[in-house]
């Protein structure tokens, strides 16, 4: 049994019935191999074969019978998400998107958009923190304002010249951060915004029949880069108070951050990486939003004779005007 992102419940392909997350905690499970904390190997839950897990994966097919695990002793602890977030966009949706993506591979790489390529689109589970934090920011500037008038024959320029001081107290709720080492953090911040009001209660079973790995950063690690992001934020909430000048110069700033309180959270995105010509090209899709993101790789030869084409078309269409007129 597995998530069925359409009608939100768990639900077995092969007999049709579906169960509330609430009510299946337990079914997709796979229990170590070894005495070991975290083992290497794993015993599936259903048909008995032994799994070679990844040393960060928390989920895994058997190789055997296709049955979804997770692999339940490495989400104990604080490696266990507080929230998730669960995909509303279903593998049909993310094949259309990647379809009109790279326009039915139109201009790209011969195979690109066939369906053997398009079966390794995977939908994965990211691991993020999501912050909340107060924050008492405070600038210093300069600034003026210019007026040009003429009396007579002559043009004149007056400057004022200001200084301005602004002290703001802000709140920030729910600000992501990704907690793996593999997804790149551009790509990720790209995918954004998500709708957190739809984060539900951490259970077992939303991760049934999708790829997810432990986190590989704790909260306190990421707290640089938060406050980073944050400071870029708050600058511009200043600068929004020193409207009506004709220049500012922000001179110096501070952001002190108070109260910080962290949650670890799984977000849902589609993915499929694609290397052509020695460089790698993504396509992600958020989840939750359908939001895509990536660039896709172009085959100069396809976009060559796309050109013939079009200007063998527009010759033909040329010459029959010319017959007619």
């Not at 509330?20 to 070894?34: F, I, K, W, Y």
């Not at 593998?91 to 390794?120: E, L």
């Not at 050109?307 to 078309?313: A, N, S, V, Y």
Request: aromatic share 14%; net charge negative.
């Amino acid at each position: 049994m597995q998530y069925d992102i359409k009608l939100g419940k768990i639900l077995c392909d092969h007999c049709g019935t579906s169960i509330d997350v609430q009510e299946a905690d337990q079914l997709s499970s796979a229990s170590g191999d070894t005495g070991e904390e975290h083992p290497a190997s794993y015993t599936c839950s259903s048909c008995g074969g032994v799994i070679e897990a990844d040393p960060k994966a928390v989920t895994s097919l058997c190789p055997y019978c296709g049955s979804p695990l997770v692999f339940t002793d490495r989400l104990e602890g604080d490696m266990r998400p507080t929230g998730v977030l669960p995909f509303t966009h279903s593998r049909d949706d993310a094949v259309s998107a990647f379809r009109k993506w790279c326009h039915n591979g139109r201009f790209s790489p011969p195979g690109f958009a066939s369906a053997h390529n398009i079966q390794n689109l995977k939908p994965l589970y990211i691991p993020y923190w999501l912050y909340d934090t107060d924050v008492r920011a405070q600038a210093h500037a300069s600034a003026t304002r210019v007026r040009v008038y003429v009396r007579g024959d002559m043009e004149y320029t007056e400057t004022d010249f200001y200084q301005l001081y602004r002290s703001m107290d802000i709140h920030y709720h729910d600000v992501p951060y990704d907690a793996s080492e593999k997804f790149d953090d551009t790509l990720s911040s790209k995918l954004l915004p998500y709708d957190f009001s739809q984060l539900q209660a951490f259970r077992l079973p939303y991760l049934a029949g999708f790829d997810a790995s432990q986190r590989d950063y704790t909260a306190q690690e990421l707290m640089p880069l938060i406050e980073e992001r944050l400071d870029a934020y708050s600058e511009k909430e200043l600068r929004g108070t020193m409207a009506g000048y004709d220049t500012v110069t922000i001179t110096d700033q501070h952001y002190d951050y108070e109260n910080p309180v962290s949650r670890y959270v799984y977000l849902p995105i589609w993915f499929i990486s694609y290397r052509y010509r020695e460089n790698d090209y993504i396509f992600a899709m958020n989840g939750q939003t359908g939001k895509v993101i990536g660039k896709p790789p172009i085959s100069k030869a396809k976009i060559a004779m796309w050109w013939m084409m079009l200007t063998g078309i527009i010759f033909a269409v040329l010459i029959l005007i010319g017959v007619f007129i």
